[in-house]
């Protein structure tokens, strides 16, 4: 248990690299763009970054493709038939079936290479796994990844506002709380004394009670009157919740975060539809990997400082909206964790999750024309990355 929990922390902590890569990106780039000659960043170079990224990507594959599968595997096992209990036989069966499962997920990116690009698909690249079989399994992965993303954003837009509107109070301008709370009061009062006359006298003959035109038999009463007082007692929460909350929480900060919002979803939207228009004319080229990058030289954004800062809010919105998106599907919503009560095989699944969400971030930003930044490393060698159809695709879906 403990060391799949080990592997867990090791994803969630290569999945928070991996969402924080292009921001941090893109801030340092401004910062050697604003101060080329200072002492202070002579540390920070292309190559350091162009390092991290690489890394970021072995790390990535690592956590997807032997970290997560390993803890996974280790829970389930409980070592040969024969063998004694313990720590040791479990450890052996988990590597044995990892190595089997390996070998059967290379042949099979073989045989997909292979049919995808019959001039790369020659036996020496069967034993080339570093620089063409993990490249092309996480090209595979990745596309998942934008997809779930373009699932994902969506619905998270929509949930966030919707969360929103749980938390903070809309404008109360042309209402009396005072007044509505105590005639709800009264209304709970006057069902619940209802409700206790009923079960107190339990009358055989008692007449029928109409309700919302219909008459209601002696064994319906008691379930009405339940129903009614369930209503008030939560009419009389959400009032009272409302009354504790600040009059600037009412009249002031609804209105703040709506816009807000509001306004980063539409910068979201106006930068795609520009990236779209760009593309279908002509004047943007695919997300390719560029050799020839040398950070600092010149700034990502043509507002400078400021589009940098709206580039990184973005990118965290994104996020955002990605994770809260994900657990608001019906399916994925039954693994959301809970504080002291995630099963083991529920918190591997969502640390994979996470890991594919915030290593396809880079990919979508970059395909969607919200930042300029060139991917680097192996990030920027994935394949469908070259695909002007599927580019264009995921623009017009998440548009």
Partial sequence: MRISLWCCSFSLAVSVGAALLLPISTISNEILHHYPRSWYVKWLNASLIQGIWNLMFTLTNLALFACLPFAYLL???????????????????????LLLLSALVLGITFVLSAILDRDQGTISQLYNIYSYHLPFLYSCVSIVGVL?????????FVRLFSLVGDLVTRPQFMRDLEEEHQV?????????RQLTNYRTARLVNMAPLLADGQLLQNGELEEYLEKNLNVAKEKVKVLEKTRSRSQWNRTLFWPSAFIILLGLTGICLYLVSINIMLLMSG????????????????SLSALGVLGVIVEVVIIGYLLVTSIVGLYSIPVINKILPKPRDTPISHLI?????????????PLLVKVLGITNFDLLGNYGKIKWLRSYVIILFVNLVFE
């Fill in 75 to 97: 829970c389930e096992s409980e070592g040969f038939i024969g063998a004694q209990r313990g720590l040791l036989p479990r450890a052996k069966e988990t590597f044995v079936t």
């Fill in 148 to 156: 779930l993303l373009l699932a994902c954003t969506p619905l998270g």
């Fill in 184 to 192: 709800a009061r009264l209304e709970e009062e006057s069902v619940s």
């Fill in 283 to 298: 004047w943007r080229e695919l997300p390719t990997h560029t050799a020839n990058f040398d950070l600092g030289q010149t």
């Fill in 349 to 361: 699944l969502n640390c994979g999750l996470f890991v594919i969400l915030s290593s396809a971030l």
